[in-house]
């Protein structure tokens, strides 16, 4: 942890009008300058979105924004360039392969998209699936992609928890469990060097031809917190 960041979680219990914001905000930065503080970071709740400009007025920015609140910076010695770590670079979406006690893979057919029509595996970027996580199996890189950012995609196989399919009703048209070879050999899926690719290396995973990425619990080496590395080599 940085110590000369400070860090401010405003509570939307705590009624604060723009004038009194404001001026405890000048008084804090003058305090924080005279502790020798160098970046200071507000999160403002959404309820709390009157007080933006106050913070925006003493020379904070914006650093990130997620559903709930809004994050602010601010750099205390004007001489020297600001250390703030850049906003989230990339977006992850995950491919989920995912097969039944008969070999079976399950698919759906999305409402609406660029392949419908079309049996696919189940993909998402928000929505948790109740399985148990097996292996990374590939995953895809692309720079640029959505807002501007960097785009990584997982292909993971995953052990269902039950074999009893719930479609989710607003995106999904279908959902089922069919032969491997049955999904492999769609056109559309053939018609994309790298659906094929994905394709061939799902039907290499269930004949045990293709090892993926296991997780290896270990631990970090400046915190000692849990965490996992991925491998295929031990």
């Given amino acids: 942890m940085d110590f000369l960041k400070f860090h401010v979680n405003m509570k939307t219990e705590e009624p604060m009008d723009f004038l009194k914001f404001h001026t405890m905000l000048k008084a804090s930065i003058s305090y924080w300058r005279l502790k020798g503080k160098k970046g200071v ?3 403002l709740p959404i309820e709390l979105a009157h007080l933006v400009n106050a913070a ?12 709930t609140y809004l994050m602010l910076v601010y750099w205390i010695p004007h001489e020297i360039p600001h250390t703030f770590p850049a906003n989230a670079s990339h977006h992850i979406g995950i491919g989920a392969f995912v097969l039944n006690q008969d070999g079976q893979v399950l698919v759906v057919k999305e409402k609406s998209g660029k392949i419908t029509g079309t049996w696919k595996l189940p993909t998402g970027v928000v929505d948790e699936i109740e399985t148990e996580f097996v292996e990374l199996l590939a995953f895809r890189q692309s720079h640029k992609s959505f807002f501007g950012k960097s785009d990584l995609f997982f292909i993971c196989m995953l052990k269902p928890l039950n074999f009893t399919i719930k479609k989710q009703e607003a995106e ?15 056109s559309k899926v ?11 290396i799902c039907v290499a995973k269930k004949e045990e031809q293709y090892n993926g990425f296991s997780a290896l619990l270990t631990t970090t080496g400046h915190s000692a917190k849990n965490c996992y590395l991925y491998s295929n080599n031990i």
């Fill in 172 to 186: 999904i048209e279908e959902a089922k469990w069919m032969p491997m070879e049955e999904y492999a050999s769609q």
């Fill in 190 to 200: 053939n018609q994309s060097e790298l659906s094929k690719m994905i394709a061939n």
């Fill in 56 to 67: 925006v007025k003493e020379g904070f920015w914006y650093h990130h924004a997620e559903a």
């Fill in 41 to 43: 970071w507000i999160k």
